[in-house]
């Protein structure tokens, strides 16, 4: 979010995935058709909403706006009779989009805070001050879980209004509760009765079935349909399709725990002792951790073999930077740790599969972290040339520069570990030498590692590039990533490493 002293902040982005405006407008509006809002069917979890945030925050007006075609459709709402009752725009519960802040929030999928409309003339000339006398905005967006921005949940005052970041925790706290629970009833809607036509639908992780996973026997095409005796309506299929389906309950419960201790511990509804917040701030971090895990464990179930093409398009590399920062804020903050991305000079943008990206280097990043290494900075530096985009990845610490002492005792020998220079080419062969002799019970932390790089290296690969680990003892270490210059817009089938031996062999 970008920060401004003349009164308000606004997260701000640009369509860098490739999608114009229109296809961007047609995925929302299907994704509105799919979850049933255009009907209003799932819209009863945005009138909990908006009325418990009325209440809690004490603002006279909250309001859930969807994007619908150039409109902003008003599906739930307190107290918007306060902009005047014989309004067309609240008779209609429709803004046009040019004059509502939640287009701004939907624009940059990011919350938007106007403290004051009148400190920043681009809000003191818009309508919702002109017309209505609108000071003060807080709105955040209703991501759905694929991040598709749906439209804003947001409250708004007469008056100037300092918002604090409790304020705003609780309203993205409120957004993620509404989309998890209309994407959980749109499941289970669109399951009900169909079993058949949509069990296949969910899929089977490859990872997790292991030998009878999608992978060739000599990992070189990832894309042909599975041959495997084992039918989708088996046991052990069923069970793996319903892990979802069970961990999306427990993320729902799990975001409303993590909510009202926040709520609970900023004092909301009263004074706490210091040992009533060391308890709740325990619960909030603890929930955040599990959290956390659980979108790993959803994510991984999402790797199929059907969703292996590469979708190249011109990707702002800083923007990367700020996905990974975000995505391990709480891993870094609980070992004190900080993240710098930096970029060779003109360097801005370069042709990518944004997802595999992100995916290859935030894995690549939970390799490196290990307990014993905390107070230090998390380098990647970015640079290119004609041909090859190049990352590499450090960590800085207390104790010197390098990877942390234990992951080099998995991955290097001691012949390795004492030659002048190290760069060694990692392949799946050597990843899995690595986990061999480890014990998951008494080295499971060591084992947890290299499989998070081994992932690491499993999308690396799959945008046809290349990881190493260079370096010395005396110098440190650190990991050189690469990958060849590919033409945006193209959709690429590509050969993928055979995952299921090394898993095999870390049961």
Not at 208 to 217: D, E, H, L, M, R
Request: glycine share 8%; hydrophobic share 40%.
């Amino acid at each position: 979010m970008l920060n401004n002293q003349q009164g308000y902040s606004l997260g701000l982005s640009c369509a860098l995935d490739g999608l114009s405006k229109r296809e961007k407008d047609a995925q929302r509006q299907n994704k509105l058709l799919e979850l049933g809002l255009l009907t209003n069917r799932n819209s009863t979890f945005f009138e909990e909403a908006t009325q418990t945030l009325a209440r809690n925050l004490g603002l006279p007006i909250c309001l859930v706006g969807l994007m619908v075609e150039d409109e902003i459709s008003i599906v739930s709402a307190v107290g918007i009779y306060r902009l005047g009752v014989g309004n067309p725009n609240v008779v209609s519960r429709r803004i046009s989009r040019n004059d509502a802040y939640c287009t701004l929030v939907v624009d940059s999928a990011m919350p938007l805070v106007v403290t004051d409309a009148l400190a920043e003339p681009f809000f003191a000339e818009g309508e919702l001050y002109q017309r209505y006398g609108i000071r003060s905005y807080l709105g955040t967006p209703l991501l759905t879980r694929d991040g598709v921005c749906l439209g804003a949940l947001a409250v708004l005052d007469f008056s100037p209004h300092d918002f604090t970041e409790s304020d705003v925790a609780l309203m993205n706290m409120t957004a993620r509760w509404c989309m998890g629970e209309i994407e959980h009833q749109a499941f289970l809607g669109a399951n009900q009765g169909q079993p058949d036509r949509n069990f296949n639908k969910v899929g089977l992780n490859p990872i997790a079935v292991g030998g009878n996973s999608a992978f060739s026997a000599n990992g070189n095409n990832l894309n042909k349909p599975q041959t495997s005796g084992r039918s989708a309506h088996s046991p052990e299929a069923v069970k793996l399709q319903l892990v979802p389906h069970y961990l999306i309950l427990t993320q729902r419960d799990l975001t409303a725990v993590i909510g009202m201790a926040s709520v609970l511990r900023d004092g909301v509804f009263g004074k706490l002792n210091d040992k009533q917040k060391q308890y709740l701030e325990i619960i909030h971090q603890s929930g955040q951790r599990v959290n956390q895990a659980i979108e790993e464990i959803i994510e991984l179930e999402q790797i199929k073999p059907v969703r292996q093409g590469l979708q190249i398009v011109n990707v702002n590399l800083a923007l990367l930077g700020e996905y990974w920062q975000d995505k391990m804020a709480a891993v870094l903050g609980q070992q004190r740790l900080a993240l710098k991305l930096s970029l060779e000079s003109g360097l801005k943008y370069w042709p990518l599969d944004k997802v595999k990206v992100r995916q290859g280097i935030y894995y690549l990043l939970l390799s490196l972290l290990d307990e014993g290494v905390t107070d230090g900075t998390l380098h990647i530096h970015t640079s290119a040339d004609q041909d090859y985009l190049h990352l590499t990845v450090w960590v800085d610490s207390p104790q010197g520069q390098g990877l942390p002492h234990v992951l080099l005792q998995d991955l290097l020998t001691e012949g390795e570990a004492n030659q002048a220079e190290v760069n060694i080419q990692l392949t799946l062969e050597y990843l899995a030498l690595k986990l061999q002799g480890h014990n998951q019970e008494s080295q499971g932390h060591h084992c947890r590692q290299i499989l998070a790089l081994t992932l690491s290296f499993y999308f690396i690969k799959s945008h046809q590039g290349q990881i190493a680990l260079q370096g010395n003892a005396q110098r440190g270490y650190r990991y050189w990533v690469q990958w060849p210059r590919m033409s945006p817009q193209a959709n690429i089938n590509h050969s993928q490493p055979n995952l299921s031996p090394l898993i095999n062999q870390s049961a």
